[in-house]
């Protein structure tokens, strides 16, 4: 157990809170919304990039190439923004349960608050990239809605933890790559910066929780972590990214999912939540071998 999880829980948030006030920011005045977009930079790293490596990635102009950069870019702002629609709605209801006087509420209002300025910075840089926001399809919008009702107690946490580290451990290989766009790089930098606050608030309130759950409890949250992968590997290979490149949706997918370098990609993103849910005993036989069969562990 860290150091941070066996500070009390007032101590804790207060200690967010202080960093909180140090080193926060509103995207709305700091980042430059006015600078143009640079003609002959990408939108993420090509590694990073689905196709990259592959039979296709090889036959892509780099006209095309930059655009699917452009394309995955956008998919992945706009599954932010429903993540964090839905983490702050579960936030929001914890708090009436929760004494408002206390620290650990108040941390919690500034989290939503977060989350709130990055749903504005998300659908910003998705206009900035001259780029439209992904639809949500029936069953993806049932999902959704039922989530703040299914995620409960430790799920929300967990919840909260596989959202958010997945995408900001590969923002994080990002950060300093001088052939992005530049207001691409700043907006990630936004994020990771106040991400790791909320990281750190979901795993010191999920390892708090995790020794009272019962077999039954961590049978159903073992259960909910292994549907959680095909969900994931869905929302990163969303055929409509491919068709929007102007390739055939069906044949690019086969090759993404095939893909060793995007494979990488996905266990890199994983391995620190993977190490930290198997610690606590909440990945389980079949989350690794559901988590395995979709790539996202060797």
């Known amino acids: 157990m860290t150091e941070q999880s066996v500070l009390p829980v007032e101590s804790f948030a207060a200690r967010l809170l202080s960093g909180s006030v140090k080193k926060s920011y509103d995207p709305v005045v700091d980042i430059d919304w006015d600078a143009p977009l640079d003609p002959d930079r990408m939108f993420l790293p090509p590694e990073v990039i689905s196709l990259y490596g592959t039979s296709m990635w090889a036959q892509m102009s780099e006209v095309q190439r930059r655009e699917l950069s452009r394309q995955e870019l956008a998919n992945a702002l706009t599954v932010g923004l ?40 998300f659908g910003r840089l998705i206009s900035q990239i001259e780029a439209r926001p992904y639809r949500m399809k029936a069953p993806m919008r049932v999902v959704a809605r039922a989530l703040p009702s299914v995620l409960r107690g430790p799920m929300v946490w ?54 009272e759950l019962s077999l039954a409890q961590r049978a159903y949250v073992q259960s909910l972590v292994a549907v959680a992968a095909p969900i994931f590997l869905w929302l990163l290979t969303n055929p409509a990214i491919y068709r929007r490149v102007g390739l055939d ?14 494979r990488q990609t996905r266990q890199y993103g994983f391995a620190s939540l993977a ?21 996202f562990m060797a």
């Not at 108040?106 to 504005?120: A, I, K, Q, S």
């Not at 990002?174 to 994020?191: C, F, I, K």
Request: aromatic share 6%; glycine share 6%.
């Open 249 to 262: 949706a069906k044949k690019a997918k086969a090759e993404a999912l095939a893909n060793p370098h995007f």
């Open 275 to 295: 190490e930290f849910l198997d610690r606590n005993g909440l990945l389980g036989r079949a989350g690794r071998r559901s988590w395995r069969a979709c790539g």
């Open 158 to 211: 967990v919840g909260a933890l596989l959202g958010e580290e997945i995408f900001d451990a590969i923002q994080r290989r990002t950060l300093d790559d001088p052939d992005l766009q530049p207001v691409v790089s700043r907006v990630m930098r936004v994020h990771v910066s106040e991400e790791a606050r909320h990281i750190s608030f979901a795993r010191d309130s999920l390892s708090r929780q995790v020794g």
């Open 82 to 121: 429903w993540f964090e629609n839905v983490l702050n709605r579960i936030l929001l209801r914890e708090l009436l349960t929760v004494d408002p006087t206390s620290n650990h509420a108040h941390y919690t209002l500034t989290e939503m608050g977060d989350e709130c300025r990055h749903m504005v910075m």
